[in-house]
């Protein structure tokens, strides 16, 4: 409980031998007016129930809460608003249980599987890639945090047409090259085929059209997607040899993959790949014909009406037999259950998504599953560049890869341009550059609310002023420079002194922590996080900024605020860790 909690739930208890009234809560705030007091209470709620002024009601409240609460030292009402002031005993009194509270951890006895990443295996991951997997690691970090048990996982887009768009080309000109005889990432080399394809295909179009034929049969005819598509069914017929260039193919992305998520810092528990669900998501669909809450057409497609949902009717396997990618999910959705004791299942998925979850949860529920209901669409809005949308056939993506090492080189150009780590070695240099550029990128994607659209600048992102993960990484790292330089071995906290409002503000944010964990795995929002640390951060900096500390004459007053201090950078990695983001001792 935080020190705002223990207020209110005196001030419940108030109300109720006051007026005998149960169930209204009033909202307490930190006081920041020019009011003396530490704590506003907004009476307002009350003066409906009670038919009381408002001020009438804050004054009884003061009166009765400064009679029975040992820690209540004073009280003034102002326009129905209650100012509590509380006692500095009470507020050194909390250090131990705030502290006590960064580390405790109690469990939910509920395991959530969430799914990030899920990418094809036709190209690199992108900067698209980059902010599904830090929010949906970070949702997993969260969760943890608040006491569920998580699995991580992913399905791999390792089948489909897109797919053979890759083979198709790599196949016609690729002329034997490999990651190794071409010096790149495989998930590069294949990505340059994806682009490839695309490109004879476009030139296909563009010449069935100058013939005659319409733009929309022209994109059916042309002999590239024609042959794409028959690549598709010699996979789905397990033909040998389009089923080793799948798996050589696929296996040069996997090696790529890896080398990116170890620089990104995520990780996955379960990997499941699309080429060993979708069969079953085929039971899944003739089960449901079965049942009649499928139909068929007369092509022999299979369809499902969702029109009394307030949706249409929806593909769920092509005439030809292939699969869509609602066949898939439906699929995998089961075996999940079916194979993990899961009580919540969250998709990190873009907003683009949006309908074919709504599809897809309606669909289960239809099919009889009653954990359709404990199925979530974490949807996030687009990361789009000062140029505009990416898109990955025309090869306008911005490459994970890349946007990574830009970030580490910014990271460096910046630090030797305002003259930090001049006294690392080399080797604790390139560790600052990688840790402070990677902190600015995942701070910068994750501090911004997952639902919203967001235009991503590299630059902005590393400054090491305002809301930026340099920013906070650099008040870690004078916290540990601060208490490096103590000279007691130990502090303690006594509580025989006055406090001013710098530690009494900053020992309120510390007390916030575990109510911003409950509210962020709520929500499913790292945002909570990022801005409750870099609040806590300002605050912090006011603090130390208008506060000797170790040049204090008064050893107890010392020894709280070093201890206030390690309590701020012990929260503050915590919090950062939420974000998958390190910290370093020195900057």
């Known amino acids: 409980m935080n020190i705002k909690n223990s207020i209110e739930a005196q001030l419940s208890r108030v109300i109720s031998d006051l007026y005998q009234v149960d169930g209204v809560d009033l909202e307490v705030q930190q006081n920041k007016t020019e009011f003396e007091g530490d704590f506003t209470v907004v009476t307002f709620p009350l003066v409906k129930v009670l038919k009381k002024a408002p001020d009438a009601i804050g004054a009884a409240l003061g009166e009765k809460l400064l009679e029975t609460v040992d820690f209540v030292e004073g009280f003034n009402v102002v326009k129905g608003f209650l100012n509590l002031k509380i006692k500095d005993a009470f507020f050194v009194g909390s250090f131990a249980s705030v502290q006590e509270a960064l580390d405790r951890k109690a469990s939910k006895g509920q395991t959530v599987m969430v799914e990030y990443s899920s990418p094809n295996t036709n190209k690199p991951l992108h900067l698209g890639h980059i902010r599904n997997n830090l929010l949906g690691y970070s949702v997993a970090r969260i969760l943890e945090e608040e006491g569920y048990r998580v699995i991580k996982t992913q399905i791999v887009n390792d089948r489909g047409i897109h797919i053979c768009k890759s083979m198709l080309a790599w196949e016609q000109s690729g002329k034997g090259e490999t990651p190794e005889s071409t010096g790149l990432k495989g998930d590069k080399l294949v990505g340059n085929y994806y682009v490839e394809f695309d490109k004879s295909y476009k030139a296909e179009i563009a010449a069935l059209v100058q013939e005659g034929c319409s733009a929309e049969e022209a994109k059916k005819q042309a002999p590239s997607i024609k042959q794409a598509q028959q690549m598709l069914l010699d996979w789905e017929n397990g033909k040998e040899q389009t089923r080793a260039l799948w798996a050589q193919m696929n296996g040069w992305v996997y090696d790529g993959f890896a080398q990116t998520y170890q620089r990104l810092g995520v990780d996955f528990d379960q990997v499941q790949y699309e080429s060993n669900t979708y069969l079953l998501g085929k039971d899944l669909i003739a089960e449901g014909l079965a049942k009649g809450v499928f139909f068929k057409k007369e092509d022999g497609s299979v369809w499902v009406d969702l029109t009394d949902e307030g949706l249409d009717q929806k593909l769920l396997l092509r005439g030809d037999g292939t699969s ?264």
Do not use: C
């Open 324 to 587: 869509v990618y609602m066949t898939q999910d439906l699929g995998t959705a089961v075996e999940r259950f079916k194979q993990n004791d899961i009580q919540k299942l969250i998709y990190t998925v873009g907003n683009e998504q949006d309908y074919h979850f709504q599809v897809l949860f309606k669909v289960l529920k239809k099919l009889g599953y009653r954990w359709s209901d404990q199925l979530y669409h974490l949807s996030y809005g687009m990361v789009e560049l000062p140029e505009g949308k990416m898109k990955s056939r025309e090869g306008t993506v911005v490459d994970a890869d890349d946007l990574m090492q830009e970030m580490y080189e910014t990271a460096k150009e910046k630090a030797l341009e305002l003259g930090k780590l001049e006294n690392l070695t080399e080797e604790e240099k390139e560790r600052s550059y990688e840790t402070v550029g990677m902190g600015a990128l995942k701070y910068f994607m994750l501090k911004v609310d997952p639902k919203k659209k967001m235009l991503f600048n590299p630059k902005e992102s590393i400054d090491f002023n305002g809301n930026t993960g340099p920013f906070i990484q650099y008040t870690y790292a004078r916290i540990q420079s601060l208490l490096t330089k103590a000279d007691e071995a130990s502090w303690s906290v006594d509580a025989g002194f006055a406090l001013n409002e710098y530690e009494k503000t900053l020992m309120i944010e510390l007390s916030n922590y575990r109510e911003v964990v409950t509210k962020a795995a709520e929500t499913l929002s790292p945002a909570q996080i990022a801005n409750y640390v870099y609040e806590l951060v300002k605050v912090y900096n006011s603090f130390y900024q208008n506060n000797p500390i170790l040049n204090h004459e008064n050893r107890e007053v010392r020894g709280f605020r070093l201890a206030l201090s390690e309590l701020t950078g012990k929260t503050i990695k915590r919090a950062l860790g939420l974000l998958g983001i390190d910290t370093v001792n020195r900057m």
